[in-house]
């Protein structure tokens, strides 16, 4: 026996040109780490001589240095074991799930009432069970939401829901999924101070798909931080310019083209949000009430208020109702908004009552504004392709008479297009013809 005093101390004798065991345990640990860290959730083979499948052994399972000298591996039966070591306080490997818990799934499919107080007969089960709608991800279809319906139909005779919403995965900007592993998630507490929550709520909800992934970044919640503190400088701007607002239900009285188009482009917005929120298309409802905000009322009925005045009761109409559609998606800067411009005598707008009376579409208003948009920006574009200075003024005029283009004169003066209309021959003045939506002009520029 070349090395007696090895069974003595198994774990410590040093074996010239050999490792001890315990040497080999501080090897293993470190590998062992590194296999969690690079591999979770995944298998692992791992080939190895008799002394390491040993210490494999001393660090998973509780055994003796005689159990140790007496364990011969075999090929055909080889060690398996889940890792969810180290321990973060002892450092041991030796862990293992407590037997005395509830599995995951089968508690989550108590879900829909064992929240309400089941078995007992309380009145928040009697209210709020079954009810209508469940919202979940789709990769937990079958772990989740067939369990609940199958424990809830076995225990109380009910179906707990009738639609399930499915939504996708939230991804990185890369389309990864996240993990912590990949150290690639974006955290609420940390976005929701940086750009407020109604930011983070519409870069998940507008763009994405029921049931497609979308992808979550810094970045794009930014720009949603852009278009809500758009939304309040327009409700902002509207009580200083209008005066007092009144919280208005019944659609007031169009005075001008302008007024007509906004009543007739709100009305048909108003609609195809509730029918969009209605069929769960959140995006679609989203996108929808986001254009008519900052591209038709902003961009153009504000403007035009400031020049024509007297909007008083249409802007009160407006934002009464535009505040009502935005708050599903917006609820915090809406219910601020609500109560500044209204008061607390409008009570909550949470529990405000959904838009019913909404203005009928008007094909003509729609298609007489449109002509007039066109102008505008024909206008805006020749002085920037021109090159023009701000002091230069367009002399307009038209080639053929037009009620509406006449009617809209210093309406469209005044929308920073730099024009004058006039009678005089420009084409003597060297001016330029130009075909504006089927109307020709005659535009000259003031030397």
């Known amino acids: 026996m070349e090395h007696p005093d090895y069974y003595k101390n198994k774990l410590t ?7 001890t065991y315990e040497q080999i345990q501080v090897r293993l640990k470190e590998f062992l ?35 140790l000298s007496d364990y011969h591996p075999q090929l055909s039966t080889p060690l398996r074991y889940d890792l969810v070591g180290p321990c973060s306080k002892c450092g041991s490997w030796q862990l293992s799930q407590d037997p005395d818990t509830l599995d995951t799934w089968f508690s989550s499919g108590l879900w829909t009432f064992s929240t309400l107080c089941w078995p007992k007969p309380t009145r928040e089960l009697a209210t709020f069970h079954p009810t209508n709608v469940l919202e979940t991800s789709y990769d937990i279809l079958f772990f989740w939401v067939a369990r609940m319906v199958l ?29 912590k592993s990949l150290n690639n998630g974006i955290d609420p507490l940390e ?32 720009g949603y931080r852009n278009f809500v503190n758009k939304l309040w400088n327009i409700v902002r701007f509207v009580n200083l310019s209008a005066g007092t607002l009144n919280l208005l239900e019944v659609v007031p009285p169009a005075a001008t083209l302008a007024d007509r188009w906004v009543l007739s482009r709100f009305g048909s917005v108003a609609r195809l949000v509730t029918k969009k929120i209605e069929e769960y298309d959140f995006s679609a409802a989203g996108e929808a009430l986001y254009d008519f905000t900052w591209h ?20 009160s109409y407006l934002v009464t109702q535009l505040l009502k559609l935005w708050h599903p998606f917006t609820p915090f800067v809406t219910e601020t908004l609500w109560q500044e411009t209204f008061g607390a005598a409008a009570g909550s707008l949470m529990v405000a009552r959904w838009p019913k009376q909404l203005p009928e579409y008007s094909e003509s208003a729609e298609k007489d504004f449109k002509l007039v948009q066109d102008v505008v920006t024909a206008l805006r574009t020749y002085r920037t392709e021109n090159q023009l200075e701000p002091t230069q003024v367009l002399r307009v005029a038209l080639k ?8 809209s004169q210093n309406l469209i003066e005044g929308l920073r297009t730099k024009a004058k209309f006039t009678t005089d021959n420009l084409e003597a003045l060297d001016g330029k013809e130009l075909d504006i939506a089927g109307v020709k002009f005659v535009i000259g520029i003031d030397k």
């Not at 424990?151 to 993990?179: C, N």
């Not at 909800?205 to 930014?222: H, Q, R, V």
């Not at 053929?400 to 009617?407: D, K, M, R, T, V």
């Open 13 to 19: 004798y040093p074996i010239p040109g050999a490792e």
């Open 33 to 67: 780490a590194d296999v969690v860290q690079r591999y979770p959730g995944k298998q692992v083979v791992v080939v190895a001589h008799n002394a390491v499948m040993r210490t494999l052994r001393l660090l998973l399972e509780s055994l003796d240095a005689k159990t």
């Open 400 to 407: 053929q008479p037009n009620a509406i283009l006449e009617q």
């Open 151 to 179: 424990m809830t139909t076995y225990l109380l005779g009910e179906v707990p829901f009738r639609t399930v919403y499915l939504h996708g995965l939230v991804r990185d900007k890369q389309g990864r999924k996240m993990s």
């Open 296 to 315: 038709e009322l902003a961009d153009w009925y504000l403007e035009i208020a400031k020049l024509e005045g007297g909007k008083d009761k249409m802007l």
């Open 191 to 222: 976005m929701i101070p940086k750009y407020g929550a109604d930011a983070l709520r519409l870069s998940m909800i507008i763009g994405t798909t029921p049931g497609n992934d979308s992808k979550l970044y810094e970045e794009k919640i930014a």
